[in-house]
């Protein structure tokens, strides 16, 4: 839930515990190009570089930035990139798993369907935006694969999101906090907008 969600802001959001366990869950390959969008002190790219082809962290806070690139270079990792930017401004040509627990919307996840190859992991923290598919793992974390697939309609959302098979979207509006309803409804609204840009289709 995006409640939940508030406190991934910090820069070491994601334990290395979770990381773990997440590594179980993608079994990332050894041709695999790494992307960790808003990637704080860069444990996560850290932690998957031995398993990897290629890791790049994205962080636009300058310090954060700092810090993530000297904790690549004491972890000896080098093939590790820590870049500086906003993760809207980027290409992810090359990305197989795309990783984030900050907010992304449909234009983050627009670009990534759009550049990225097929069949790309996407691993998100939180309630994902309206009609997008997912599959819960634990905790907050959410995944789908490219391209990216489309609930039926809203109960289809509130069963997936819930763990369900009786929910309803009503249920599912019920456990969120009055920004989360308000922004889940503002979506229901735009789906079909949000769906056509999501899949270049006009």
């Known amino acids: 839930m995006r409640k939940e969600a508030e406190w991934r802001g910090s820069p070491t959001a994601t334990s290395r515990r979770e990381f773990n366990r ?24 850290i932690w998957i570089a031995p398993k990897v082809k290629l890791a790049i962290g994205i962080e636009e806070h300058y310090y954060r930035y700092l810090r993530a690139k000297q904790e690549v270079k004491k972890s000896g990792m080098n093939n590790v990139i820590i870049i500086r930017g906003d993760i809207l401004d980027q290409s992810y040509h090359d990305a197989t798993i795309v990783f984030s627990v900050i907010s992304v919307g449909f234009q983050m996840i627009s670009r990534i369907q759009n550049q990225a190859k097929r069949g790309t992991t996407i691993i998100l923290y939180g309630l994902p935006p309206y009609p997008i598919k997912t599959k819960k793992l634990f905790q907050g974390y959410v995944i789908m694969k490219t391209p990216i697939e489309r609930v039926s309609n809203e109960d289809d959302f509130a069963r997936t999101v819930l763990e369900s098979r009786n929910a309803k979207i009503e249920d599912l509006m019920e456990t969120l906090d009055k920004d989360q309803k308000r922004d889940l409804e503002r979506e229901i609204e735009d789906a079909e907008c949000n769906w056509k840009s999501l899949t270049n289709r006009s």
Do not use: T
Request: proline share 8%; hydrophobic share 30%.
């Open 22 to 45: 997440l590594l179980k869950i993608i079994r990332p390959r050894n041709d695999d190009v790494f992307y960790d969008l808003g990637c704080g002190y860069g444990g996560p790219c």
